[in-house]
């Protein structure tokens, strides 16, 4: 089975910066997409970083572009989503979630039939 445990979320100013980890385990890297999504109080989910969309290149929603970053380090079966530059509509529980490929392709991560548990981020 697939399994994903976030963490590094907190209580950061504006302007700071945060990195966000995503364990997994119970598949190859390769052969699966992870990506992150998030979820503010009383709104609805939104996808953020998700490699190789439709097989392009990484996709960032527009609210996150130029902010976040989502890399891996798969020797320890890791995914990163380093965010800088953190504004108070960034406060949302965040979520890794895990498909696997179709077609080399990732497809949209709200989409994706496994996540973790959530790690909050609150910027005030």
């Known amino acids: 089975d697939v399994q994903l445990v976030e963490s590094g979320g907190g209580l950061v100013q504006p302007g700071e910066s945060l990195t966000l980890s995503c364990q997994y385990s119970?598949?190859?890297?390769?052969?699966?997409?992870v990506a992150w999504f998030r979820q503010p109080p009383g709104k609805d989910r939104e996808g953020l970083a998700v490699?190789?969309?439709?097989?392009?290149?990484?996709f960032y929603a527009d609210s996150v572009k130029g902010r976040f970053t989502i890399y891996r380090d798969t020797a320890k079966d890791l995914v990163y989503l380093q965010m800088n530059g953190l504004k108070p509509e960034d406060t949302a529980m965040y979520y890794c979630?895990?498909?696997?490929?179709?077609?080399?392709?990732?497809?949209?991560?709200?989409?994706?039939?496994?996540r973790g548990q959530g790690t909050q981020v609150t910027v005030s």
């Open positions: 490699p190789w969309l439709g097989g392009a290149q990484t």
């Open positions: 979630a895990a498909d696997q490929l179709y077609g080399g392709s990732c497809r949209d991560v709200l989409d994706f039939p496994a």
């Open positions: 119970g598949y190859t890297y390769n052969s699966h997409c």
